[in-house]
């Protein structure tokens, strides 16, 4: 054993071991002193624990014959004369003599060095016996932190190290701790070790039993408790003998169902079923609620409901300002219904951009017709049974979305609104779309089997209409179900109007504000709707009248002012500066700079096409996120140029010896379609002839290898566009002369018109060649 002298502390209730770390408050002089001493010492000390902890007077009779050495790892001084120390503890220590130095005490001692070497067989077994124990100690007491004690005791092989370790989480009294701390011999320890171990094992083993009892017991009185309630809730439930209760019930409302005898006798099958199935079992809620949902269906035919169309019209004219060719053919299709006795016309399809009206025109339809209104949105289905429904043999089955519809309208002749019908999807789950065919098909509807009715149901009677975004997106076997009507984008000065007679009431209403707080400038409103929003619908503009009356609302209820107009020069008050800004046209010329047309979901607008020549190899560069019909489109253009270099005078071979850059600006907006075709051929033709293009010409056609120029669409939204961005000439195709109709005459009269039908037509006029 080694031999030291050491500055000495006397602990009060402090438990310590070898290895571990520690944190304890000094005050006492006398270890204040010792401490101070210690950092002379290469910050060692001996702490020594005091039989009597209550006192504080330090007495060597009242102090231990083994403590621990100690490396003094970190002090902190405290605001009341103290000191917080940190140790790591190294070894037990053997006191052999304590001196009084004055104030402090020094004490004397031999170090326990616990080795591994020469271990006997005797101490390997006391080891081993000591960690099955502490094993089964911890599965008892069945703790997280125990288990991961044990992972560390088994890799400790000296029995007093072990014994050391195990004390903490034994839980022993801090006097009980002590004293074996200070027993030397090693069977002695593991003596008094294995007493408390064993001590706590039969302690915790009663422990456990007693709860498990307990538990049991709980369990069992739970149990008869909640069997006892069932019993009276069955006992309610069961029906009397006589045959009264919902059994009987079912079977008066079947025999006033107006469905064939086949149909009834297998109800009739799941009734007495029914009545032989326990009340609580989960089969009986099964057959219960197929029954119910049978005898909830209206299936009495009923009377065909009236059309005014003098109120039809009434409703259309209240409810939505302009389309009046949308009007006139729903006024057509219900003029048709009133003279039919059968809806074997083809279903409406409302096909126009978001927020134009699609929705609400069904409901004024519904209104019109004297109809129950149902909407079901089918975008994003994927799941043929959503239509269809589930066969009885799935858990949770039900009907499909149609027959829920028609129980919820209770009626079996709603407007039945298919809203979002280009969006419809399809996956390994089926094909909603197919599945729809039959729904929509006058022929078949009559009959439509619903897999969890398992009986046809008539849905001849019911007005299905549908909507869209796009058309291209609908599967051509639906689309051929449905005559579709395009509902087109407002014009500015419709929206204005829709703002005056719809929307400002609708959002004052909805803030609390009348006519006598906020009013609306017609130049205010025509600013909002030309540099605040891109829609061809309504919804932006109505977001933004009600975020000004959320403005106007604060300012008036913080009396700021009583009365609030809002014009032209305040808007910006209310909606920050302008969000749109759009290209003016001027007189100047440019060349390989050319004005094109686009139509979008949110309407039409300028295009510019860029075309620059530089020497090189004959590439083609293509820059402005353009899809592959617009790249297509490029190609056939200058395809088409190369035809006629002798008409440009230009070298025959520049396609091989010049390198050609066509940009279109926005980069990051992708663009496609064919409709840009003239304007990239004029764009090329002008940069490589350097004949400069009047900025004030816009243009709009598709362009064939032979130069002729072909139809394209959206032709009201781009003359639109053009007169809102005062450009004074626009070239059209000449198939398109026949669409000019749908052009709002003041549109018609700020644009000079061309029609043309060839690209030499267009090399004229923008070139001025005779």
Known sequence: ???????????????????????????????????????????????????????????????????????????????????????KVLNRVKINKYEQHDPYLVASGDIINYSNDNLTDKEVAMTNVLKEKFSEFSSLKMTGNDF??????????????????MIPPLGVEFDKFQDILCILDSEERYKEVYKIIENRIVVLSLENEIEQDVKEKMEKLQKEVYLREKIEILQEKLQDSDGSGAGSNYLEK?????????????????????????????????????????????????????????????????????????????????????????????????????????????????????????????????????????????????????????????????????????????????????????????????????????????????????????????????????????????????????????????????HGLTKENLSFTTAALTKIVTDYTLESGVRQLERLIAKICRKCAKKIVADEEGKIEVTVKNLHEFLGKELLTFDKQGNKKHVGKVTGLAYTSYGGDTLKIEAVITDGKGHIELTGSLGDVMQESAKTALTYVRTIVDKLKVDKDFYEKKDIHIHVPEGATPKDGPSAGITLATAIISALTKMSVPEDIAMTGEITLSGDVLPIGGLREKLLAASRARVKKVLIPKENIKDLEEVPDDIKETLEIVPVKHMMDVYKIIFKED
Request: aromatic residues 4%; charged residues 30%.
């Open 1 to 87: 054993m080694e031999n030291l002298t050491l500055p000495a502390i006397a602990t009060r209730d402090l438990s310590l071991i070898t290895g571990m770390n520690a944190n304890f408050d000094v005050a006492r002089s006398a270890s204040l002193m010792a401490l101070e001493e210690s950092v002379k010492e290469e910050s060692m000390i001996i702490l020594i624990a005091q039989r009597d902890s209550d006192k504080d007077e330090i007495e060597i009779e009242n102090l231990r014959e083994v403590g621990v050495l100690a490396k003094i790892t970190n002090l902190i001084r405290l605001p009341y004369n103290a000191i917080k120390v940190s140790i």
């Open 148 to 165: 991961e004690i044990l992972s560390f005791l088994n890799n400790i092989k000296n029995p007093n190290e072990l014994i050391d370790m």
């Open 254 to 510: 079947l025999e006033k169902l107006p469905i064939k005898e086949e149909f009834k006798e297998k109800i009739e099958k799941e009734i007495d079923r029914l009545k032989l199935i326990p009340v609580g079992s989960s089969e009986a809620g099964v057959i219960q609620t197929y029954i119910e949902t049978i005898l909830d269906l209206p299936w009495e035919k009923e009377e065909k409901p009236d059309i005014n169309l003098k109120e039809a019209q009434k409703i259309l004219d209240e409810d939505h300002y302009g389309l009046k060719e949308v009007k006139e053919r729903i006024i057509e299709y219900l003029s048709v219904l009133k003279l039919t006795d059968t809806l074997k016309g083809p279903i409406i399809c409302l096909v126009g951009p978001p927020g134009v009206g699609k929705t609400s025109i069904a409901k004024a339809i519904a209104k019109a017709s004297d109809r129950k209104f149902v909407r079901l949105s089918v975008g994003g289905t994927r799941d043929e049974a959503e239509i269809t429904g589930h066969r009885r043999t799935y858990i949770g089955a039900m009907p499909g979305r149609i027959i829920t519809g028609i129980a919820q309208a209770k009626s079996n002749t709603p407007l039945f609104l298919l809203d979002e019908i280009d969006k419809i999807g399809s996956d390994f789950k089926g094909d909603p779309a197919s599945a729809l065919l039959e729904v929509l098909d006058p022929e078949q509807n009559s009959n439509f089997s619903d897999h969890y009715l398992e009986i046809p149901f008539d849905l001849s009677e019911v007005l299905f209409v549908a909507t869209a975004n796009n058309i291209a997106t609908i599967p051509p076997a639906l689309l051929d179900r449905m005559e579709v009507i395009e509902i087109p984008g407002y014009l500015p000065k419709e929206k204005v109007e829709i703002a005056k007679r719809h929307l400002i009431k609708k959002e004052m209403e909805e």
